[in-house]
């Protein structure tokens, strides 16, 4: 069964930083991307950022130059970060993982002084 798993939500000053992860279990395969998503209230899910299973990596230009992901990969599990630079107001939305087909819970992420 794949589990995804989000953490490292909160709440962060404007200018500020956090770092999501994002631990993805129990693939039978591995060639799968990973991406994250944001959804603010009363609005759609937005793509954030990717990272293919080869390292290729994709972000929305509203995040372009202030959002980095990455990823960790061994035999035991699988985890994606997200770092999160220059925060602002608007970066403010619950973030969710989504491995293959799969999605996280999701992790609140608050941009407030």
């Known amino acids: 069964q794949v589990q995804v798993v989000e953490s490292g939500g909160g709440l962060a000053q404007p200018g500020g930083s956090l770092r999501l992860s994002c631990v993805v279990s129990?693939?039978?395969?591995?060639?799968?991307?990973v991406g994250w998503f944001r959804q603010a209230p009363g609005k759609g899910r937005d793509f954030v950022a990717h990272?293919?299973?080869?390292?290729?990596?994709?972000?929305a230009p509203s995040v372009k130059g202030r959002f980095i992901i990455s990823r960790s990969r061994d035999t035991a599990k699988d985890t994606t970060y997200l770092q999160m630079n220059s925060l602002k107001p608007e970066d403010s939305a619950v973030y969710y993982c989504?491995?293959?087909?799969?999605w996280g819970q999701g992790t609140q992420v608050t941009v407030s002084s």
């Open positions: 989504k491995a293959g087909p799969h």
């Open positions: 129990g693939f039978t395969y591995s060639n799968y991307a």
């Open positions: 990272i293919q299973s080869n390292n290729t990596t994709g972000t």
